[in-house]
């Protein structure tokens, strides 16, 4: 499938179609999970002060290196101190300029009932972005195509509880880097319909971008601009620097008012201090940096607070994720963003080769640093593997299901006359049971969260079932659900822009490559 | 070996021996975990005094069949209202009695070093306990034998992150039932030197095991009345009924001075209402009333609240663990503990049947629901499967490793001057890294939480070596470290008397089992 040959079928929305679907299970419609529960505080206000005094005084003594000049420009006119590329951050100025951030703001669907809210205590979730390979239902790791690249879209598409696109969810190598962003943002609006990303990777790619965004949406640049409707992590090369193409990306959509997450890459140990607190200082140096470089671009631009800081194996430098480290640094950086009244940004992360134990524990250990951290925003929510360096089909159903717990985890306790159950418990009385009751019966089908993995038949129903382990279970589900996927309905009009676009940009040769 | 033929080697304690310990992975002192963190709370504080309120209703209403005629009797005294076996509790009689209970006491070790604090901000973990089947190196799934029982015993003893025995680690069918608990008892004071359970079968297996704990520690019966040495979990019969054999156990420990465990086996949708809610004031209502006669028995005889409610899964009644439900009623477990300012325990449960990322998110969510509900001791923590059905030496491994990254996690963040790190941050600069500075080269070795299972190395060096999954891990694990055992030095005297002890109880003919 090509964007020329793309046809999306207008009149077989998911809602109308219910042949194939029947077979499917259950899921819970599209629903924002909201934080009804108070963030743990692995941090006292003193700790959390101190870390933030002291990424003050690492902004003001050392300042960041921030490569585009005219970003060292905007920069200069606000008062920072630049000495060659060095810019320095006076703290009243940090405090001063962060002011404007709002704390809540909403990121635009083309379909509306996809548009999320990001901040307060709303959170969610995103699929996985970046990988430069995939590993689809064969098993093989390789790297990544626009037909993988496609596959995962659909799963993301399908899913409810995938709020939003993280980015590609694989790198699709297969499309010139020149006009990758055209095709690949032609897919993500026309194959789903959830709020996408955008890479900062030179200016002309944001541009377009956000213009088929526009065009998407069948706005006119006025809304666009009163409407965030794309999101961009912004990386920083930790430590202390922001490179050229990041500062653009900043630039051309804080000045459109749309929406900028800021994330230290800060590996405790590699890119940052191996002490956590002397990480989390850096990290946060860096992410006041990116904030106040937003608000200098636009006050009152939307931005958020991304914690990224892990730690390496001392012993071999490799990335770990989903650690004790990586928990509590989840958490804390949770704290700071709160600090700042800002939006805050997790993850989903394990660094598993296989979809084993590990992929299992470290995922859900991550999920527990964000969800507990108070997330707003969960990057690579799923399919993420191999600490970013391959997507997984199967991973991806994984993470729906642990994601899904998650959201369900999150409903509240109804505590009520009727669910105190008074009633039935003297109706049922010492030694009885509760399956007959009228109280069970009302309440059977939907009382508890039912899981698309877990396996919980008898041992011996289980062996006769061919012992399935999860592995299993998820190919045989990812294989479902793609099968259950369908286009979602798009505008006429909206669709043959976007056409249009695509077409004259790529034959434009869309954006220079040699940045 | 039986306990004639044990030997335990008493010059080999593991504090001397370091010819073969030295290849196995690094573990942490034994040491219990803080919990320094606010626990999650769930319910709010007026939701929390309605469950309360509504198992004080069902306490007066409808009561509890107490199974003991000598412990309704003992109620009579009381004041409680008895019919047939109906005991109905008067609320302010209840909260009048409940206000004895301690909030922090000892179970103390045969080795000092391995006694406990329960309650307040401690943790403790114990082994995983009571299951019928045992799955080994093999993969073979049969009923338990004492060479298992053992097995469990070996590892239980070995890492320091398993803190007591929670029981029969499997249970040892080839025992007979009425020497069972002699036999059982003379290996759990043997090979482990960590603080043990009892069941409580009746009056008298009671009796002989606290015996065996007075001679393994070589104190009078007047210290063991001072230093509670022996615990007991005391399930109830939900809904609403706690048999002989249960209230037995208490009349005998709380006697006694030893720890009763009350916990209501509330499963919402079978034993317990099919509401979160209904199943929360049930199990209230049951612990209550269980905390209630250990302090009929004894004023101050310590007690800890458990909590155990799940769901089961309507279509097959099969129950679940470590689902959204479990997680949120862990929590309100330990928030109604603390309104009762009693120790808590939960549980570390799932319901897979292999050893996959089934088995692995459910324990972590256990984990999660136990540690954010500020628990305070863990059963099941290590070996669990199936719902309880089998133990798993392979299982026990990733539990180990699971509970040492939540421990890991549980230690604070040092932010000071050190670790805050600006000096560092200073010396490698922008664009820098850290790998070579001094202040990473001071830290490096024990900068983070190791994991035994975790494999970070990159893809191609993991294909290279095998593509081994983390159930390829714990099985070359388990062989390590149960070859790394050794039996822990033990008084010569007490190893005697506990040898007669069994030998006349054998002798004997145990204890009748037709009770």
């Avoid at 219910?18 to 692995?42: H, I, W």
Wanted: proline share 5%; hydrophobic share 40%; glycine share 8%.
């Amino acid at each position: 499938m090509t964007s020329e040959s793309l046809e999306p079928n207008r009149r077989r929305g998911r809602a109308r179609s219910s042949g194939s679907e029947t077979r499917l299970p259950d899921q819970k419609p599209f629903k924002q999970p909201r934080m009804r529960y108070a963030p743990t505080k692995v941090l006292s206000d003193d700790e959390l002060e101190s870390i933030h005094l002291a990424s003050l005084k690492i902004l003001s003594d050392y300042g960041m290196d921030f490569l585009d000049p005219d970003a060292r420009e905007l920069m200069k006119k606000s008062g920072a101190k630049i000495e060659d590329q060095r810019v320095r951050f006076d703290p009243e100025m940090v405090l001063e300029t962060i002011k404007t951030c709002p704390s809540e703001f909403k990121l635009h669907a083309r379909n509306p009932a996809h548009t999320l809210n990001i901040g307060g205590d709303w959170m969610a979730f995103g699929s996985v972005a970046s990988t430069p390979n995939f590993i689809g239902l064969d098993g093989v790791r390789h790297a990544g195509t626009r037909k993988d690249f496609q596959e995962l879209l659909k799963l993301s598409q399908v899913f409810n509880i995938i709020h939003f696109n993280s980015g590609y969810p694989v790198e699709p190598v297969d499309l010139h880097a020149s006009i990758r962003h055209i095709e690949t943002t032609f897919d993500l609006l026309t194959m789903t319909d959830k709020a996408i990303h955008c890479y900062s990777l030179g200016r002309q790619r944001n541009r377009d971008v956000l213009e088929m965004c526009r065009i998407a949406r069948q706005v006119d640049d006025e809304t666009l601009d009163r409407e965030p409707s794309v999101f961009s992590i912004i990386n920083s090369s930790s430590p202390l620097r922001l490179d050229t193409p990041m500062l653009q990306g900043i630039m051309e959509f804080s000045s459109r008012n749309q929406i900028i997450i800021i994330t230290p890459f800060t590996l405790a140990g590699a890119m940052a201090p191996i002490t956590l607190a002397g990480a989390l200082a850096q990290q946060n140096a860096e992410a006041l940096a990116g904030m106040v470089f937003t608000q200098v671009v636009r006050p009152g631009a939307p931005v958020a607070y991304g914690g990224f800081t892990s730690n390496v194996d001392m012993q071999s430098g490799a990335p770990a994720f989903g650690t004790p480290e990586y928990m509590r640094t989840a958490m804390a950086g949770g704290q700071l963003a709160r600090r700042y009244k800002v939006p805050y940004r997790s993850s989903n992360v394990c660094a598993a080769n296989a979809l084993d134990a590990q992929a299992a524990y470290e995922s859900v250990f991550s999920l527990w640093g964000a969800v507990q951290g108070g997330v707003n925003f969960v990057m690579h929510g799923a399919g993420w593997m191999e600490g970013g360096l391959h997507s997984s089909l199967e991973k991806f159903i994984l993470d729906v299901d642990l994601m899904s717990m998650v959201a369900a985890y999150l409903e509240p306790i109804v505590v009520d006359e009727a669910t105190l159950a008074h009633e039935a418990i003297g109706q049922v009385g010492p030694g009885g049971h509760f399956f007959g009751v009228q109280h069970t019966q009302d309440r059977f089908r939907d009382a508890f969260f039912k899981p698309m993995i877990s396996d919980w038949r008898n041992y011996e129903s289980w062996q006769e079932g061919g012992s399935p382990t999860a592995v299993t279970k998820t190919k045989e589900l990812a294989q479902t659900w793609l099968a259950a996927y369908r286009t979602p309905e798009i505008d006429e009009k909206a669709l043959a822009e976007l056409k249009a676009f695509v077409s004259r940009r790529v034959s434009e040769g869309g954006v220079a490559t040699d940045f």
